[in-house]
């Protein structure tokens, strides 16, 4: 009954800050509102006995992220006219038209592969680790090690991407 009680506590706070987020008008109180949403989250989390996946939620978004957003946030100013200029090599038609190839494809997936019956798993060999996060990272590491690899190759190539665009020309 208390786990109960805490769930739909924990679950109210995470809707309230959520509609703080965007109903507030300072985009700072915003960001707060939104490290306080993403730990509520984390103890959602700790609640549901994902331990090893609130740990992640505090690091990286509570942590990493939302200081990006306040840095982003307190260095632009935002009190600035919108510009009048726009950008003439903007393709806004090939955008929407990617946008809605991706949107069809979404729907193709949900209503096709929703008639097929599910494939028949094998039960899992037992792992020799007993911890919540040490049986993430024996899966990581053993059964998920091509995608895991695959990842961090997408995210090399995002942040070499990320400097090759942010580079100024001399």
């Known amino acids: 009954m208390a786990q109960a009680i805490a769930f739909y506590f924990i679950a109210a706070c995470i809707l309230g800050f959520a ?20 730990l509520f989250v984390a103890a959602l989390y700790v609640l549901l006995g ?5 740990a992640i939620q505090v690091l990286v978004y509570a942590g990493g992220i939302v200081v990006l957003y306040l840095f982003v946030v307190m260095l632009v100013n935002l009190k600035r006219p919108p510009e009048a200029h726009q950008d003439p090599r903007r393709r806004t ?12 494809e979404l729907g193709a997936i949900a209503v096709y592969g929703y008639g097929q019956p599910a494939p028949i798993v094998a039960p899992a060999a037992a792992m020799p680790v007993t911890g919540n996060t040490e049986q993430v990272g024996w899966l990581l590491y053993t059964s998920y090690l091509i995608p895991f690899e695959i990842a961090s190759m997408l995210l ?8 090759v665009l942010a580079k ?3």
């Open 50 to 54: 994902a331990q090893f996946v609130a």
């Open 93 to 104: 038609m090939l955008g929407f038209l990617l946008a809605a190839a991706v949107l069809v």
């Open 156 to 163: 090399l190539v995002a942040m070499i991407g990320a400097i």
């Open 168 to 170: 100024r020309e001399l």
């Open 19 to 38: 509609v703080l987020v965007i109903s507030t008008k300072d985009t700072v109180h915003s960001v707060l509102f939104l490290v306080l949403d993403f």
